[in-house]
């Protein structure tokens, strides 16, 4: 065999294996894992502070569904800045409310434990339910102050 046929087959053994190489990724490495970790509480008072912490993962922080978790969802999720524009013009607060506390099937989201705050607020305030009423009050205010104009 000559040098020259030699020193082809060799190039071409590096640039297919620096193609493989650059190829092989496993899909574990490729696909976005939601971690779970403990909630930590935020005032009830603040629906912008709540939306950031709870809910800007998924929505993204302009709600608009861009979340670094978004990837991982079965669906995409919802852009928030959306549903008075997809209601007719007028805000949905009571879909959003039973949405949060969970109360509404929301194919998105899977199963129940995914976030649907009612409980986790629950759990927070320690079974009061004022505070839990002021939570989702106050977070379906902030997702209602975000609407498109």
Request: charge should be positive; aromatic fraction near 6%; include cysteine.
């Amino acid at each position: 065999m000559s040098l020259k046929k030699m020193l082809l087959i060799f190039m071409a053994l590096v640039v297919c294996s620096f193609m493989l190489a650059a190829q092989d990724k496993t899909p574990d490495q490729s696909k976005t894992v939601i971690q779970h970790v403990t909630v930590a509480p935020t005032s009830p008072a603040s629906g912008k502070e709540m939306y950031i912490a709870y809910c800007a993962v998924c929505h993204g922080t302009d709600g608009k569904g861009g979340g670094p978790a978004a990837g991982a969802l079965k669906m995409p999720p919802t852009d928030l800045t959306q549903l008075s524009k997809n209601n007719g013009g007028k805000f949905p607060a009571m879909k959003v409310t039973s949405s949060i506390r969970g109360t509404s099937d929301l194919p998105a989201h899977g199963s129940k434990d995914m976030p649907v705050w009612g409980e986790l607020f629950w759990t927070m305030s320690r079974g009061h339910e004022g505070q839990v009423q002021q939570r989702v009050a106050n977070l379906t205010q902030y997702i209602e102050s975000m609407q498109a104009k």
